[in-house]
């Protein structure tokens, strides 16, 4: 039993037609609004990567323009100090945040420390690096690794990637 309605010129309108024309409308609008979602989402991913590669091309830049030697490794009088000698070259105008500096015997190995300072271009400093984060059975380091770093804007530490060099030493 279908319940008609009276229009303006008398024509008799369906509510199950009304109802259908109706429905057809809504699916219409869901669907349109799913594939703006999924443009939206898409779009996020790909921001994201596009960001993450451009901010990894300008850091292994400016690691590739470094220059860092170490020039001298001098045990103190006190176990586990070093008197560390760095340089930089004239390669680039990027201050160099920071160096890590892991320290090496013929047994085991300490835990990054610190350099200490920032090296501009063409800087030769000195600091008095303490090792005694590692075992205390042997002081008697033989070999440093290095690696600078750089601080991103955000504040974290970005270690030069595939930037680790060696100085070796006689006791």
Known sequence: ???????????????????????????????????????????????????????????????????????????????????????????????????KITFYNNETNSLPVEFGTTLDPLDHKTQVVNATLWPESNWNATKITYTAYFISDSGEVQLCPGWTRTYEWTN
Do not use: F
């Open 1 to 99: 039993m279908k319940r008609e309605l009276t229009g303006k010129r008398g024509h008799g309108l369906s509510l199950m037609k009304d109802r259908k024309g109706l429905s057809e409308i809504v699916a219409t609008l869901i669907i349109i609004l799913l594939v703006i979602i999924a443009i939206g989402i898409i779009w996020t991913v790909v921001r994201n990567v596009i960001t993450g590669g451009t901010e990894q091309i300008a850091l292994s830049t400016k690691c590739n323009a470094v220059d860092i030697t170490a020039e001298s490794v001098v045990p103190q009088g006190v176990e586990g100090e070093y008197n560390v000698r760095l340089g930089r070259g004239s390669d680039s105008e990027e201050t160099v945040e920071g160096v």
